[in-house]
C-alpha cells in the first residue's frame, strides 16, 4: 500500500509543471523567431538585418524590467500577476502576428518582453515559496527542463511553421499554450497573500535599468565582427559607472529594488556571484560556439548540427530524475566540484571534434557531454535558495536573474570576441580558431572547482535531506 503524497509536495509539483509550461511558452517563441526572420522581412519589404532589432528589443526590455517583477508579484500577490503574465504575453504575441509593419512588431515585442520579465521569476517565486525544501531539487528539474528542450525543438518548428503556413503562426502557436496555462495556474497554483507594502525604488530602477541597458548594448558591440570597439567600450565603461551607482544606491535606500542582503548567505553567493558565474559563463559561451562549430568548423549542414545539438540536451535530460538521489547521496559540495570538473572535461573533448570522426561518433561524444553537465546546474540553481530565508527570496530571486542575464550576455560577446581576435581578417573562424575557444572555456570552468571546495561539506543538507555524518556532528561538539 502507498502512502499518500504530502498535499505540500503535490502543489509544489503541480506548481513546478505550469511553471515549466510557462517557461517552454517563453523559451520557445525566443528560438521559433530566428528561423522566420527572412520570410518576415520580405513581407515588410526591409533587408532581413533590421530584423535583429525585433530580438535586441526584446532583451533589453525583458531585462530593464525584470528588477521590478519581484515587487509587483509580492504587492498585488504572486499567484495573480503570473496568471494575468502569461494573459499579457499570449495577447502581446497574437499582436506580433497581426503586426503590418516593422515598428507595430516591435511594440508588440517589447510588450512581449514586458510581460515576460514577470512571467518566469514571478512564478519562480511562487514555487520557491510553497515548496519544502526537502523537494526543492526535484521541484527545479521539473521546472528547469523547458529551458532545455526549447532552444533545441524551438528552430524546426520554426523553420516548419514558416514553410507550412506562415510566420504569423510563429506567434499564434503561444495562443494555445497561453490559454493552458493560465487556466492552470489559477485552478491548480496556491493563492499567496500580497506582502505589506513598501514604497517603489523609483530611483533605484531607473539607475539600474539604464545600467543594465548600457551593459548590454557594450558587450554586444564589442563582441561585433567589425564593429569599432571605441563604441563598445564608451557605453560598456558608462554601464560599469551605472552599475556602481545602482550598487551605492542599494546599500543606502531603506527599500532597494535590488537588495544586495542575499549576497551574505555563503549558498547563495556561491552559486550565484563566486563559483557559478565562472561554469555558467562557460556553460552559456559553450552553446554559442558549439554550433558555430559543427557547422563552420566540421562543415555539417544545419540539420545535422541541430541534431547533435538535440544529443547535448538528450544527456542532459536523462540524468535529471537521478539529480535529487546523487545530490542526497554526495551532497552539494562534492557534487559541484566534481561537476565543474566534468564540465571543464567536456568542453576540452569538444576541442577534439574534427570532420574524421563519423556522425554517430559526434553523437554519442556530444551526448556524454550533456551528461556531464546535468547534476551541476541542478544542483547550482537549488544551491542558490539552500539558505535563503523565506522573507528574502523575492529580493534573491531579482539579483540571481539579473546576474543570469549579464552572466549570458558577457558569455555570448565574450565568445564573439574570443573568435573575432582568433580569426583576424577573416570573415569567419577556422576550426583551429573553434578549438582554442574551447580550450578556453574549459580553463573558465574548471577554475569553478577550487571555489565550489569552499563550501561546507553539509551545505544545503536541509535541502537535499542529507544526514550530517557523525564525523561533521563530533566536530561541530568540539
Wanted: proline share 7%.
Amino acid at each position: 500500500m502507498t502512502s499518500p503524497i504530502d498535499p505540500d509536495i503535490k502543489a509544489a509539483r503541480v506548481t513546478a509543471i505550469v511553471l515549466a509550461a510557462a517557461m517552454f511558452m517563453v523559451g520557445l517563441d525566443s528560438t521559433v523567431l530566428v528561423t522566420a526572420l527572412p520570410r518576415m522581412a520580405r513581407d515588410f519589404g526591409v533587408p532581413p538585418t533590421s530584423l535583429s532589432s525585433s530580438i535586441t528589443i526584446y532583451l533589453l526590455v525583458s531585462t530593464a524590467l525584470m528588477p521590478m517583477s519581484s515587487w509587483i508579484g509580492q504587492q498585488f500577490g504572486p499567484r495573480r500577476i503570473f496568471a494575468g503574465a502569461i494573459v499579457g504575453f499570449t495577447l502581446a504575441s497574437i499582436g506580433c502576428g497581426l503586426a503590418p509593419s516593422l515598428p507595430a512588431l516591435l511594440i508588440a515585442r517589447a510588450l512581449q518582453a514586458a510581460f515576460a520579465s514577470m512571467m518566469v521569476p514571478v512564478g519562480n517565486l511562487v514555487l520557491l515559496k510553497i515548496t519544502p525544501k526537502s523537494y526543492l531539487v526535484a521541484a527545479m528539474a521539473i521546472s528547469s527542463t523547458p529551458s532545455l528542450i526549447a532552444p533545441v525543438v524551438g528552430p524546426p518548428i520554426g523553420g516548419f511553421i514558416t514553410t507550412v503556413l506562415d510566420w504569423p503562426w510563429v506567434f499564434f502557436i503561444n495562443a494555445p499554450i497561453g490559454l493552458i496555462g493560465v487556466i492552470a495556474a489559477r485552478r491548480y497554483i496556491p493563492r499567496l497573500p500580497a506582502a505589506p507594502r513598501i514604497p517603489f525604488d523609483f530611483r533605484g530602477f531607473a539607475i539600474t535599468a539604464c545600467a543594465l541597458c548600457a551593459l548590454i548594448v557594450g558587450l554586444d558591440r564589442l563582441g561585433g565582427h567589425g564593429a569599432d570597439w571605441r563604441v563598445g567600450g564608451a557605453i560598456l565603461a558608462l554601464g560599469v559607472v551605472l552599475t556602481l551607482l545602482a550598487g551605492r544606491h542599494a546599500r543606502r535606500a531603506a527599500h532597494p529594488i535590488v537588495p544586495l542582503g542575499p549576497m551574505r548567505h555563503p549558498c547563495f553567493f556561491t552559486a550565484t556571484i563566486g563559483a557559478g558565474t565562472f561554469v555558467r559563463i562557460a556553460f552559456t559561451a559553450h552553446g554559442f560556439v558549439l554550433p558555430l562549430m559543427l557547422q563552420i568548423g566540421l562543415g555539417l549542414s544545419p540539420f545535422q548540427a541541430g541534431l547533435l545539438l538535440l544529443a547535448t540536451n538528450g544527456g542532459d535530460l536523462v540524468l535529471k530524475p537521478v539529480c535529487g538521489k546523487a545530490l542526497r547521496r554526495w551532497g552539494f559540495r562534492s557534487m559541484l566540484v566534481s561537476g565543474a570538473v566534468l564540465l571543464a572535461g567536456s568542453l576540452a573533448a569538444c576541442a577534439l571534434l574534427g570532420p574524421a570522426i563519423p556522425f554517430a561518433g559526434l553523437f554519442a561524444i556530444l551526448f556524454v557531454v550533456g551528461m556531464c553537465r546535468s547534476t551541476l546546474f541542478t544542483a547550482l540553481m537549488t544551491l542558490r535558495f539552500a539558505d535563503m530565508p523565506p522573507a528574502e527570496l523575492g529580493g534573491a530571486q531579482v539579483l540571481g536573474n539579473l546576474v543570469n542575464s549579464m552572466g549570458q550576455a558577457t558569455a555570448i560577446s565574450g565568445a564573439a570576441l574570443l573568435l573575432n581576435l582568433l580569426s583576424p581578417g577573416l570573415h569567419a573562424p577556422d576550426l583551429g580558431a573553434f578549438r582554442i575557444a574551447m580550450l578556453v572555456l574549459a580553463a573558465i570552468a574548471a577554475a569553478g572547482a577550487p571555489l565550489f571546495a569552499r563550501l561546507s561539506r553539509n551545505a544545503g543538507a536541509e535541502v537535499t535531506g542529507r544526514i550530517v555524518v557523525e564525523s561533521d556532528a563530533m566536530g561541530q561538539m568540539e
